[in-house]
């Protein structure tokens, strides 16, 4: 465990997490399903407008992670806070937690009966109580982010996997969340459509927000992350700039880059 304490207090962080106070604190994080024990004692923070990439190898716990943040999990010890909102406290407001975190899936869970446009507009009517005029300028202006408000007729099956990840991105961005989430959301994807996906994902870092993705895409991770947390065995292993990748501190980190080439 040394190299975990030493690699974790050497390596740099961006600027603005130094002086910004963290939107999302994950504190000693343990979670287990069954008798696997998946997470053990997770911690870390996100300052606003951050962008951290968690990387790591299959059945390392960074998914799992994600789904704590966003409650989709209960966590077993630890505390997770996100945009002011206490995520472990049982009586947590989840319409409240859904309003301020959106998370985006590998599957792209659209209603295959609704077209893009409808797709999008149904959390607004039925979570924000919009109205349908409203919905709809709010929808197309977040189909427009993602260079898709010319497919807002279309239907699913008439999208590429990438047109329909695209839209699951404008869904979560028509909610106005303070903290955008993102769980191997290209895996399914082929080197075209991961290439358009990714496009979105960097636009957004740029505008400055809040990303947390779960990635195996490294290439993206070193060029756009802020930071990258490497996550094995279930612990925060690993934290560094994108250049860490080039220089790993420890054997895991440096075996794990090995097999990814």
Not at 99 to 110: A, C, D, M, P, T
Not at 199 to 221: S, Y
Request: glycine fraction near 8%; charged fraction near 20%.
């Amino acid at each position: 465990m040394s190299a975990i304490a030493n690699a974790a207090s050497t390596a740099p962080s961006a600027p603005t997490a130094a002086t910004a106070a963290p939107i999302v604190k994950v504190d000693q994080v343990y979670k287990s399903f069954g008798s696997n024990q998946v997470l053990k004692g997770v911690s870390f923070e996100v300052a606003r407008g951050e962008m951290i990439a968690i990387i790591g190898a299959s059945g390392s716990g960074k998914s799992t992670a994600l789904r704590c943040i966003d409650r989709l999990e209960t966590i077993d010890s630890g505390t997770i806070q996100v945009a002011g909102i206490q995520v472990d406290d049982p009586a947590v407001d989840l319409h409240l937690l859904r309003r301020e975190v959106g998370i985006v899936f590998q599957s792209y869970n659209l209603f295959p009966h609704l077209n893009v446009l409808e797709n999008v507009m149904l959390a607004l009517r039925h979570v924000k109580n919009q109205s349908k005029a409203q919905a709809q300028k709010v929808a197309l202006a977040a189909l427009a982010q993602v260079g898709l408000d010319e497919k807002a007729g279309a239907y699913p099956e008439q999208l590429s996997g990438g047109q329909q990840q695209r839209v699951a991105i404008a869904r979560s961005l028509a909610m106005a969340p303070k903290v955008m989430l993102f769980d191997e959301v290209t895996s399914a994807l082929d080197p075209q459509l991961t290439g358009e996906v990714l496009r979105v994902m960097e636009d957004l870092a740029a505008g400055g927000m809040t990303m947390i993705l779960v990635t195996h895409e490294m290439n993206f991770a070193k060029r756009v992350a802020d930071r990258i947390i490497y996550m094995h065995q279930g612990r925060v292993w690993e934290v560094g700039p994108g250049e860490m990748l080039d220089r790993p501190q420890t054997a895991e980190l440096k075996a794990f880059l090995a097999a990814d080439l």
